[in-house]
């Protein structure tokens, strides 16, 4: 039996991929790739049968104790079977917020994060943030997706709001706890998105009024947009502070209250890649597969 040529990594609750990677199996069914759609943690996927395998969806890793170290621990034995992108390496870094303080350290500009340790006691957080000339804060946690878990407060007004929401997170893990940024409101979270370490599109994502959260499933505003020169500087280094080749990235970017461009998030793991909003993007991406596929075959 020939092999399958692409694995598409996704979880139980979306098998057949997200609306958005619709476009991008429709692009490989143009360019004759075969390939198939497996569930990340089902024990009996059949990983061997691929060339390559790339993760997409697996959009529950997040869910749950132990989740992400499962998840890690799947990419690891399957990248030792199969190539896998992005690399195991990679998942491991990226699927841990604390991949940010990695790239502070390395000069990149990041979005301003105070971060509690798991397990560490609340008490007191309200000063420290206030200590940082800081009111209204994001407070989420370090492992997670989709903002579950995130909650916009007032620290300032409501200091015991903010303790107790950070409290009930340490218990599972790292917390961090970031300036709620006004310009979200207007200019929005601009989404560069990379293929095979080059600019593919950009996306503009502006909440709906009286929220903070960017995503689509929240009902935010999402239009293509310019790739600016200043977004690809801070783009090439964080990946210069990463270090590892990118199959797909997407750097996302707040403006900060200085006024230059911060990183909020270095997408690497499973982003959602907005291929509605970029004619063509869907199958740029599968060339770069194309391409990666033609090399294993060397």
């Not at 609750?13 to 360019?31: G, Y």
């Not at 749950?64 to 990419?75: C, E, I, K, L």
């Not at 095979?196 to 599109?201: K, M």
């Not at 293509?224 to 997407?250: D, N, T």
């Amino acid at each position: 039996m020939p092999k399958t040529r692409l694995a598409i990594a996704t979880c139980a609750r979306l098998p057949e991929l997200d609306v958005d990677d619709a476009l991008f199996r429709e692009a490989l069914e143009a360019r004759g790739i075969a390939h198939r759609c497996l569930v990340w943690d089902d024990p009996n996927a059949p990983w061997d049968e691929a060339d390559l395998a790339l993760l997409r969806n697996p959009w529950d890793y997040w869910d749950g104790p132990g989740r992400r170290d499962a998840f890690v621990a799947w990419a690891e034995r399957t990248a030792a079977r199969v190539p896998l992108w992005n690399g195991a390496d990679v998942i491991r870094e990226n699927t841990h917020k604390s991949y940010l303080r990695s790239l502070e350290a390395a000069g990149v500009p990041v979005v301003p994060t105070l971060w509690l340790a798991h397990g560490e006691r609340a008490e007191g957080l309200a000063r420290r943030i206030e200590a940082r000339g800081w009111s209204e804060v994001v407070i989420k946690p370090a492992v997670s997706a989709g903002s579950v878990g995130a909650k916009r407060i007032d620290a300032r007004k409501n200091p015991d709001e903010a303790e107790a929401h950070a409290a009930s997170l340490v218990v599972s893990g790292e917390v961090m706890v970031q300036p709620y940024l006004r310009s979200i409101e207007s200019e929005g979270e601009l989404s560069v998105v990379f293929f095979g370490g080059e600019p593919s599109h950009a996306v503009r994502k502006v909440p709906c009024a009286g929220d903070f959260r960017s995503q689509p499933e929240f009902q935010s505003r999402i239009s293509s947009a310019p790739i600016e020169a200043e977004a690809l500087h801070v783009a090439r280094a964080a990946f210069a502070a990463v270090g590892k080749p990118l199959l797909y990235a997407r750097v996302d970017l707040v403006r900060g209250e200085g006024g230059a461009l911060q990183l909020i998030e270095l997408e690497l793991t499973e982003p959602s890649l907005y291929f509605r909003w970029s004619e063509g993007a869907a199958a740029r991406f599968v060339e770069v597969i194309v391409s990666q596929l033609e090399t294993l075959r060397r």
